[in-house]
């Protein structure tokens, strides 16, 4: 298999497509930068060339093959599944985050663009953005969380107070009486306005009396560090952290 890697941008607009290869340029860790009309002429070069594909920039609206279709097929392709897709959008359509569920976009770029926020958004994806191990932060994309401790127990809702790659600090209501000890595993379900859910097992190591948000519901505060964490759900979880990250290099996220 090639060591080459490229990355590759959808547009029926030539002169936006060439405004993103000139952007994409401005990233040293960013390959060759292939170039597609649409979604079905997209196909036909990433199957006709050789390497390992970064990430996809794609317009939205296009015709032909629906970019959903595109993804999946390439999903078939070692070399090419997995990659990211940085979907474009028209500043202020509606269907922005239908967009992006649909397609399992990592992240949405208003258009016009913005130059600077592109450019950061493909270091992220391409690991350029180096980030402290451990370092906790306080998201600012929408994430629901879902908490649960036993098959046989209704999952719970939760918020995160902070998050990093080892662990999470989450708000939560009282267990049900019987689960969520320390030291029990807890099922943790991270889903993210925009891409898949991320599916953690973890610990729980510190429970704490919260704020009593009403007379009859109380709040703790619960530690969790995160265990047996395969390749795949700690690429996942890097990825949502780049992106919450992104505020300390003057970027944004915006759905």
Not at 37 to 43: E, G, S
Not at 155 to 173: E, F, K, Y
Request: charged share 25%; hydrophobic share 40%.
């Amino acid at each position: 298999m090639s060591d080459n890697k490229f990355a590759l941008v959808i547009d029926d607009s030539v002169s936006i497509r060439q405004q993103v290869v000139s952007i994409l340029r401005g990233n040293d860790d960013v390959g060759e930068v292939l170039e597609a009309d649409n979604p079905d002429q997209a196909l036909e070069v990433l199957l006709q060339h050789d390497g390992n594909l970064q990430f996809i920039v794609s317009d939205w609206n296009l015709s032909g093959m629906p970019l959903k279709e595109l993804l999946k097929l390439i999903q078939y392709q070692p070399r090419l599944a997995g990659a990211p897709l940085l979907l474009m959008v028209d500043d202020g359509n509606q269907n922005a985050k239908m967009a992006a569920k649909e397609t399992g976009a990592t992240a949405v770029l208003s258009t016009p663009l913005d130059p600077e926020r592109l450019l950061v958004m493909s270091m992220a994806v391409t690991g350029t953005v180096d980030r402290r191990r451990a370092k906790r932060i306080t998201p600012f994309i929408d994430c629901e969380i879902d908490l649960g401790f036993a098959k046989s127990q209704k999952s719970q809702g939760a918020d995160i107070v902070n998050i990093s790659d080892s662990g999470i600090l989450l708000r939560t209501a009282v267990p049900t009486p019987g689960t969520g000890y320390v030291y029990d595993i807890a099922n943790v379900s991270l889903r993210p306005a925009v891409g898949e859910s991320i599916k953690l097992s973890a610990k729980i190591l510190r429970i704490e009396a919260a704020e009593q948000y009403s007379d009859v519901e109380k709040k703790v505060f619960m530690a969790l560090a995160y265990e047996n964490m395969n390749e795949s759900v700690g690429k996942s979880l890097r990825q949502y952290l780049i992106m919450n990250d992104l505020q300390d290099f003057g970027g944004e996220f915006t759905v």
